[in-house]
T-cell receptor, first 110, second 108 residues
Framework: DTAVSQTPKYLVTQMGNDKSIKCEQN?????MYWYKQDSKKFLKIMFS???????INETVPNRFSPKSPDKAHLNLHINSLELGDSAVYFC?????????FGPGTRLTVT | KNEVEQSPQNLTAQEGEFITINCSYS?????LHWLQQHPGGGIVSLFM???GKKKHGRLIATINIQEKHSSLHITASHPRDSAVYIC??????????FGAGTRLFVKA
């Protein structure tokens, strides 16, 4: 039973489209994150949510919007996709500072 | 300059060698993490440290808070240890800063 799951695993789409990536956790953790890993494998935080409240938005363009319908889900919606959005996006949860990562979603914008 | 620096960037070792990966940081932290990312892409948390030393199997992680430095050691390295090892620090307020990673390749 996967602790942190993401769908889809792969997403290929054209510039200008709108897409969503879903994240679900069954760990009961209050804090969830979205991270972006670029082509050089560098991870950067995008959003941090604690109990459905946005804590950190690290200078992410407002084309990106996290949505948390409940404590177990934190989805990432991206409007007007650009080539530079191509990356692997990781969802993670946090308990006492220890993080549990989802498998990642590889987004390719053509 | 990144607030979390790792060295080396790339490391090739022979099976059985003792490996050390270093992490230095320039910010105040509440905890430091060592993560492992396998070629398949998944990320696994290896250690979370706020002081001292932790050991898990062949892996040992140490941290020196005064010197703002941590090391990850792998004893008796094996080809299955080949992965990217990432140092990350919690700076408080749910913020995490990542190092660029160290790509390790262990030859049989």
């Amino acid at each position: 039973d996967t602790a942190v799951s993401q769908t889809p695993k792969y997403l290929v789409t054209q510039m200008g489209n709108d897409k969503s990536i879903k994240c679900e956790q069954n760990l009961g953790h209050d804090t969830m994150y979205w991270y972006k890993q670029d082509s050089k494998k560098f991870l950067k935080i995008m959003f941090s949510y604690n109990n459905k409240e946005l804590i950190i938005n690290e200078t992410v363009p407002n084309r990106f919007s996290p949505k948390s319908p409940d404590k177990a889900h934190l989805n990432l919606h991206i409007n007007s996709l650009e080539l530079g959005d191509s990356a692997v996006y990781f969802c993670a949860t946090d308990r006492g500072g220890e993080q549990y990562f989802g498998p990642g979603t590889r987004l390719t914008v053509t | 300059k990144n607030e979390v620096e790792q060295s080396p960037q790339n490391l090739t070792a022979q099976e059985g060698e003792f490996i050390t990966i270093n992490c230095s940081y320039s910010v105040g932290i509440s905890a430091l993490h060592w993560l492992q990312q396998h070629p398949g892409g998944g990320i696994v948390s290896l250690f979370m440290l706020s002081s001292g030393k932790k050991k898990h199997g062949r892996l040992i992680a140490t941290i020196n808070i005064q010197e703002k430095h941590s090391s990850l050691h792998i004893t008796a390295s094996h080809p299955r240890d080949s992965a990217v090892y990432i140092c990350a620090v919690n700076t408080g307020g749910f913020k995490t800063i990542f190092g660029a990673g160290t790509r390790l390749f262990v030859k049989a």
